[in-house]
């Protein structure tokens, strides 16, 4: 098993930035991509990004493409999504997610493990 845990989240202002840690523990050995999706109140949860844990290729949604990066420290274990411009409609819950398989995917069911979800509130 994995677990994730996500950090970070707060309020902002609209244009203001932050910078959310996703950290895996357990068997992080099993995973190969680390993801962020995002889930506004009513709607489905959104793909936002994914990164490659070897290699540290990304691929991103293109609703964030340019304002949002996603990182990896290896050593820790830890994810990171730096968000930066944000505006009002990134206002979601932000969750991490892992997958064992090499391929990037942007749809929840290709995700094993997810962790709790961190709230970010961007004011206008």
């Known amino acids: 098993q994995v677990q994730l845990v996500e950090s970070g989240g707060g309020l902002v202002q609209a244009g203001g930035s932050l910078r959310l840690s996703c950290a895996a523990s357990?068997?992080?050995?099993?995973?190969?991509?680390m993801a962020w999706f995002r889930q506004a109140p009513g709607e489905e949860r959104e793909f936002v990004g994914a990164?490659?844990?070897?290699?540290?290729?990304?691929f991103y949604a293109n609703s964030v493409k340019g304002r949002f990066t996603i990182s990896r420290d290896n050593a820790k274990n830890t994810v990171y999504l730096q968000m930066n411009s944000l505006k009002p409609e990134d206002t979601a819950i932000y969750y991490c997610?892992?997958?064992?398989?090499?391929?990037?995917?942007?749809?929840?069911?290709?995700?094993?493990?997810w962790g709790q979800g961190t709230q970010v509130t961007v004011s206008s």
């Open positions: 997610a892992a997958r064992k398989s090499p391929l990037f995917a942007a749809y929840t069911q290709a995700y094993d493990y």
């Open positions: 357990g068997r992080t050995a099993s995973i190969n991509v």
């Open positions: 990164i490659k844990w070897s290699g540290g290729s990304t």
